[in-house]
């Protein structure tokens, strides 16, 4: 008999409602925990930037007992995605197990001795503390704004300038007839700086450290995720503990994927006109790849061409009266500066000594299937397994995670398998595979398809691929294909 238990969930996004629907069909008392007024997380529409879309195709970005609308477009808009959500948490009765407008303030290891943390929370003027048998921390990686400020910046606002975060852009009438500089050149600073030049931005600078590949929707008239996501591409790369048969193979078809990857190269140059922008890549693409690897705004490259768009390489040195003075030593036009980098990841409310445990020197973090660490017992992460079907992620490792707190999993780990496991995946990330130490390491792209296989096998699944192995090797991953995968895992419930 597992008995239930008292579950706490941090974050009401994406990560979130798929903790709260894994453990409450479990039959553990869930508690959610949502600081804003409303459900989203980065879709809630108070935080979206116009025009934001998904990076990902509408089959890949979905949960797998609810498909996207069918008349939604291939990459749905934020609004769109958030009423998904919405619809999602009603189909699940999610809503009930939710306070909205409520702060985790701290949270402490329980005093009665049991096992356990004690949340601090605060909604409104009401503070009050809570103990709970386990804690999810399911906020993912987009939760506290990166705020930075750069000399001169004072006297710039006072002098009428004005320096947002891009998640404070939601107004594009704040641009017409002003020069903006959008710092950044992620998926989110690109975006920006698309909707600043067709909402008659005097002049758009798009300033960016350094060149990094970028994947449109199609490439060659072919809709990436026929290219890209697929077991078949996914073995091209450095995954983690390969065994030696892998690694006679992956050293025998070498110069066939180092050809594989030259082509995809040229095909991107070709197609986006890297070259004319001076915006070619110096690492190749393979080594690259992982959840920072931005899709390319629709429009962007058309609006460079039309000279609506500037690129400059650099970053912002500072501030002047209608200026911004770059690294480079260039000085840029400027009225308003939206900052596009990025969010901060961490626990603040985590007490410090188990972050020390939970957080490496050069910040990577210390975690067994990206989901737990043996040294912070009794809570889990759900949603730091970023990647490129995020939705999909987040459910998966709900499910393991809810298993794992039950001591459900067929393979459930010992202490000494997870500290063996995480040692050996920080060495990889270090010192083969650089790319996967993004996010703090917390990003499973481009390995999707052998974090589920880990996933479901852990879990005891009897299947996790597709009977038919041409769409299994060549196809991307099938939201319906996982749902069927996990109703193949033992079942169990708390009570």
């Not at 706490?8 to 600081?35: N, P, T």
């Not at 049991?114 to 048998?133: H, P, V």
């Not at 496991?421 to 990330?429: F, T, V, Y």
């Not at 597709?466 to 109703?487: C, I, K, M, S, V």
Request: aromatic residues 10%.
């Amino acid at each position: 008999m597992v008995d239930r238990k008292k579950v706490a969930i941090i974050g009401g996004g994406v990560s979130g409602l798929a903790a709260a629907k894994a453990f409450d069909e479990k039959g553990h008392r869930v508690c959610g925990f949502e600081r804003s007024h409303d459900f989203g997380g980065v879709w809630e529409l108070s935080r979206s930037y116009p025009d934001v879309q998904t990076q990902s195709p509408k089959d890949l970005y979905r949960f797998t007992d609810m498909a996207m609308p069918g008349d939604y477009p291939e990459w749905p808009k934020g609004p769109q995605v958030h009423a998904y959500l919405h619809a999602y948490a009603d189909k699940h009765r999610l809503k009930r197990l939710f306070r909205l407008n409520t702060d985790v303030l701290s949270m402490d290891r329980r005093a009665d001795g049991r096992a356990g943390w004690t949340l601090r929370l605060r909604s409104g003027s009401n503070e009050w503390t809570e103990d709970f048998d386990f804690v999810v921390v399911g906020t993912g990686q987009f939760s506290e704004k990166n705020i930075i400020s750069h000399p001169g910046q004072e006297a710039f606002c006072a002098a009428g300038g004005q320096v947002m975060h891009s998640s404070e852009y939601t107004d594009p009438g704040r641009v017409k007839g002003k020069h903006v500089v959008v710092l950044g050149a992620s998926k989110s600073g690109t975006d920006i700086a698309v909707n600043a030049a067709r909402n008659g931005a005097a002049s758009v600078h798009l300033v960016y450290r350094e060149n990094v590949w970028r994947v449109p929707y199609f490439i060659g008239g072919i809709n990436f995720k026929k290219l890209l996501y697929m077991r078949a591409q996914e073995m091209q790369f450095n995954g983690w503990q390969r065994a030696p048969l892998a690694r006679v193979i992956a050293a025998v078809t070498k110069p066939l994927v180092w050809a594989n990857f030259r082509g995809l190269e040229t095909l991107l140059k070709l197609q986006l006109g890297l070259k004319k922008h001076n915006m070619v890549p110096k690492v190749p693409i393979e080594k690259e790849a992982s959840c920072s690897l931005p899709i390319v705004t629709p429009g962007l490259f058309e609006e460079m061409n039309a000279g609506r768009i500037t690129p400059v390489i650099g970053s912002i040195d500072h501030y002047g009266k209608g200026t911004v003075t770059l690294t480079t030593g260039v000085e840029i036009p400027c009225d308003l500066s939206i900052l596009a980098v990025g969010w901060k990841l961490g626990i603040p409310y985590l007490p410090q000594a188990y972050r020390d445990k939970l957080i490496e020197h050069d910040g990577q973090y210390r975690t067994y299937r990206l989901a737990v660490n043996p040294d912070v017992p009794d809570m889990g992460f759900v949603g730091f397994n970023s990647s490129f079907c995020t939705v999909l992620s987040a459910e998966m490792i709900a499910n393991w995670l809810v298993r794992y707190m039950d001591g459900q999993l067929a393979r459930q780990p010992s202490r000494a398998a997870m500290e063996e496991n995480i040692e050996a995946m920080l060495h990889w990330r270090r010192h083969e595979r650089p790319a996967a130490q993004v996010y703090g390491g917390l990003c499973s792209a481009p390995f999707h398809f052998r974090h589920f296989d880990e996933l479901l096998q852990d879990m005891g699944a009897t299947r996790w691929k597709r009977a038919n192995p041409l769409a299994e090797t060549f196809g991307p991953p099938d939201a319906d294909a996982y749902g069927q995968f996990l109703a193949t895992t033992p079942a169990y419930r708390a009570g």
